[in-house]
């Protein structure tokens, strides 16, 4: 929950309430919080009647009423029948504690997977905006105008005329998205980044055309053919084809959801681990 602290300076009085357990079948996992003010909420610790009895004991916390901790099987008397439990606890903010909170936020952000977005067109901002909530950072490269970066404090934005040398940069690990308005400068990025053998993912957009003429176009410049069989083009997946830079960025959010899945022996991704 990215914006947490903006919550936190908007409503001082506030709670956080925070999954501390999670046994069986549950909502949420362990670490999994939000912010509960006598107006407002941000964040979810799963929804449903588990999620409004917390906002209740929150509020009344805040009235000097609530309850520190709570333990609630997730069953027929609450009308949630996930059939687990989960435990809770109660934290009036502080701002030791939204301190505390920022941190953590900080340490999880560091330690997310990097995306780098190499263009800021019309498909590369659909899928900033995609990826913008998931458990990712992103990079976004641009060699046009500055104003094609819209200034965000949760993405690092570079305006340069020469991308292919920002793959240097990339971390081990990362992701690679090709989505620039020019195929030759695609090409010479890609071949940049399959020249790394430590990248989760590289993806570029086009067609089975533009996959051929990059063949191609690598033997020429001395390359093995070989090197496509590390490059996902066209992006997406093959299960739905639209152009539609909307629908293509939901597709390709999911098929990195399932790359870092994958990578992670299937664990799921959590934006808010316990600390």
Not at 85 to 98: D, K, V
Request: aromatic share 4%; net charge negative.
């Amino acid at each position: 929950m990215t914006h947490a602290l903006d919550f936190i300076a908007e409503h001082p009085q506030c709670v956080l309430v925070e999954v501390t357990e999670a046994k069986g079948s549950t909502p949420r996992d362990a670490g999994a919080f939000m912010l509960v003010s006598c107006a407002a909420v941000a964040g979810t610790i799963g929804g449903g009647q588990l999620e409004y009895m917390a906002i209740d004991n929150a509020r009344a916390l805040i009235a000097g009423k609530g309850r520190e901790d709570m333990d609630i099987p997730l069953g027929p008397e609450i009308g949630q029948c996930c059939g687990g439990r989960t435990r809770l606890i109660f934290r009036t903010m502080t701002p030791a504690l939204a301190r505390t909170l920022g941190d953590r936020l900080e340490h999880e952000r560091e330690t997310l997977p990097q995306i780098t977005l190499f263009g800021a067109g019309h498909v590369g901002r659909a899928v900033t905006r995609a990826l913008a909530p998931l458990p990712f950072r992103l990079r976004v490269i641009e060699t046009r105008a500055a104003e094609m970066l819209t200034p965000s404090p949760d993405i690092d934005r570079k305006l340069t005329a020469l991308p292919e040398a920002e793959v240097e940069e990339m971390q081990a690990g990362s992701a690679a998205l090709i989505l620039t308005h020019d195929h030759a400068l695609d090409f010479l990025i890609a071949r940049a980044a399959l020249a790394r053998k430590d990248l989760a993912y590289i993806g570029m957009i086009g067609s089975a055309t533009k996959r051929a003429a990059f063949a191609h176009w690598l033997e020429r410049e001395g390359e093995s053919r070989s090197l496509l069989s590390n490059l996902t083009l066209p992006i997406g997946g093959r299960l739905v084809r639209d152009k539609r830079p909307e629908v293509i960025a939901a597709l390709v959010a999911a098929e990195l959801l399932g790359v870092y899945a994958q990578r992670a022996a299937m664990e799921p991704l959590s934006l808010c681990p316990p600390p």
